[in-house]
């Protein structure tokens, strides 16, 4: 019955009459209606009791999102890496599941030569090893990276309710833990890549959730938490932890002016002077190991060697520099003026600020969006317009680089969650109907797009999840990657893998992607140098199948190397 009903979306073939539209305005209704009359009957008692119980509320909220993603692996299995960080962050996982943090230099390491990772002086990742831990942890555990990707979601979505604790009431944290879940859960990109973010989210929820609690009671453990927090940040995001320093100790300043409430507090600062040198330590280890020098960041050595991450920020679209917009034309120009602290830095800045204001729409349900200038209301009091003021300076700070993802903000995330609850809290006192009614729409909203996703395989889940935006499921299907890496499963015994790219290959494209320790692996990937240089590496490899693979044939093409 339900593919008679569906199996048209055009309003003059399907026997409704009804279009794509009518289809999502006929669920939003019904799903409006159903959690309408749900709501206080049932769901509301219900709810507002288990908002007391801590315990079992953090229990929720991490297994809730853990089920949800699971339940879309029939038709949205466990992640294939596909973009240079997420190869980088794997190779960090892998380095450390050999007990390292670095790996030495290969004898012919010009045929490894790839993205993000140095070859020289030492064979190792240019990313903090702070998510390469999750993914080793997650891989060490469960036998698969991405359960390191799940665990830090879910411990993610279960710390957003403890923060909101110190910040609200208890019925608007369990609130704020599921919007959580709503916008950074089963559907998001940070649950299904390997970039990380939620990792970085879970430690800001620790600083944000411990700092007030640390100032009104002064007690050892809260200042444990705000320590455990930026160091978890600083081996994740080092950058972006100077913002989330500067703005904890700005969380302070009223307290300069009442020498009282300091003196319990400063009993207590080295838990966090412990916290956080412990993780500079290992931060400090780890360039010692990998560059030779204790203050010289293998990021940083990769842009003196490589010219990138930096170089990439334009040079990540592959239309042609002649092919530009004028505004992307303009774009460019001014991004270039800025890297070469020209008279046009400060337009460029701005230029950048203007630009990203589109991608904070990543950290908000869409139906919030109209009860977010409420929060505003809340800013009378100083702790909310820190909030604000800390969002302000993450948004500044992280402007000074060019390129932007959203993991660079993944620290304030929870703060972006408190914005919202505030806004609904603020709301009500207006209008609880209002209120409720957000969030009901959000319930609703999520539940729509899980739903299509959970019927991804029928023709009208299909048509639909076409329209669908900011989604980390609905992306294009890595089929290249898949079919070639199951071709590879079925060849037995070890291989040499030589990758030849055509002249017209796009250079982010990349699949030279190997093992922390490469001539243990089954698969070694090797760039094609040529005949007589790819002879070193067939001689150094004797015991294995060699094969080429063209990646830029449609579908890509795997043969045997010719024979010498």
């Not at 931060?283 to 020098?293: C, D, E, F, S, Y």
């Not at 203007?354 to 505003?376: I, K």
Request: aromatic content about 14%.
């Amino acid at each position: 019955m339900a593919s008679f009903l569906f199996h048209s979306l055009g309003p003059l073939d399907n026997p409704l009459g009804f279009g794509a539209s009518d289809f999502v305005e006929l669920a939003f209704a019904l799903a409006l209606a159903a959690m309408a009359l749900l709501w206080r009957p049932y769901l509301a008692p219900s709810l507002g009791a288990l908002s007391h119980r801590a315990g079992w509320s953090m229990l929720l909220l991490a297994a809730l999102p853990v089920a949800l993603r699971l339940a879309l692996v029939p038709h949205y299995p466990a992640p294939t890496p596909d973009i240079y960080d997420e190869f980088g962050h794997l190779f960090a996982a892998d380095t450390l599941r050999h007990w390292r943090l670095a790996n030495p230099r290969h004898p012919l390491h010009q045929f490894f030569e790839t993205f993000f990772v140095l070859q020289e002086p030492t064979y190792s990742s240019i990313y903090p090893i702070g998510q390469g831990l999750a993914l080793a942890i997650g891989r060490a555990i469960f036998g698969h990276p991405w359960a390191g990707v799940i665990a830090s979601t879910a411990a993610f979505c279960s710390l957003c309710y403890w923060m909101l604790r110190a910040w609200t009431t208890a019925e608007w944290a369990l609130a704020g833990g599921f919007l959580a879940i709503l916008e950074f859960g089963p559907l998001n990109q940070w649950m299904n890549n390997y970039w990380g973010g939620s990792l970085a989210a879970a430690a800001g929820c620790l600083v944000f959730g411990a700092l007030p609690r640390w100032r009104e009671r002064g007690r050892l453990r809260d200042a444990l938490l705000v320590g455990i927090g930026l160091g978890v940040n600083l081996l994740t995001r080092p950058y972006e932890s100077i913002f989330l320093g500067i703005a904890a100790l700005l969380y302070f300043l009223p307290a300069l002016r009442k020498p009282a409430e300091l003196r319990p507090l400063v009993r207590t600062v080295p838990a966090i002077v412990l916290m956080v040198g412990i993780a500079g330590f290992l931060t400090a280890l780890q360039n010692q190991r990998v560059t030779g020098h204790w203050t010289t960041l293998p990021y940083t050595l990769s842009q003196y060697q490589y010219g990138v991450p930096a170089a990439l920020t334009f040079q990540a679209d592959p239309v042609p520099h002649r092919e530009l917009t004028p505004q992307q034309q303009r774009e460019y120009e001014l991004q270039k003026s800025f890297r070469g602290g020209d008279r046009e830095t400060i337009e460029s800045y701005l230029l950048r600020l203007e630009y990203r204001v589109r991608f904070y729409r990543f950290y908000f349900v869409v139906p919030l969006l109209a009860g977010l200038p409420f929060f505003f209301l809340a800013l009378r009091e100083f702790r909310y317009g820190w909030v604000a003021a800390t969002a302000l300076l993450f948004a500044l700070g992280t402007n000074f680089f060019p390129a932007f993802q959203f993991h660079y903000l993944a620290a304030i995330t929870p703060l972006f969650v408190l914005m919202s609850v505030v806004a609904l809290e603020q709301l009500s006192r207006f209008s609880r109907e209002a209120s409720r009614l957000l969030l009901l729409l959000c319930v609703a909203y999520f539940g729509f797009w899980y739903t299509m996703h959970i019927f991804a395989g029928r023709d009208f889940a299909q048509s639909i999840l076409r329209y669908e935006t900011w989604d980390g499921l609905n992306l294009p299907v890595l089929e290249s990657r898949i079919v070639v890496n199951r071709e590879l499963a079925q060849i037995p015994g070890k291989l040499l893998v030589f990758v030849r790219y055509s002249p017209q290959h796009i250079f982010q494209d990349e699949w030279v992607y190997n093992e922390a320790d490469i001539d243990a692996a089954r698969i070694v990937w090797a760039r094609d140098l040529g005949p007589e240089e790819n002879q070193k590496l067939r001689r150094y490899y004797p015991d294995r199948v060699v094969l080429l693979l063209d990646p830029d044939s449609q579908p890509p093409r795997l043969t045997s190397y010719p024979a010498p």
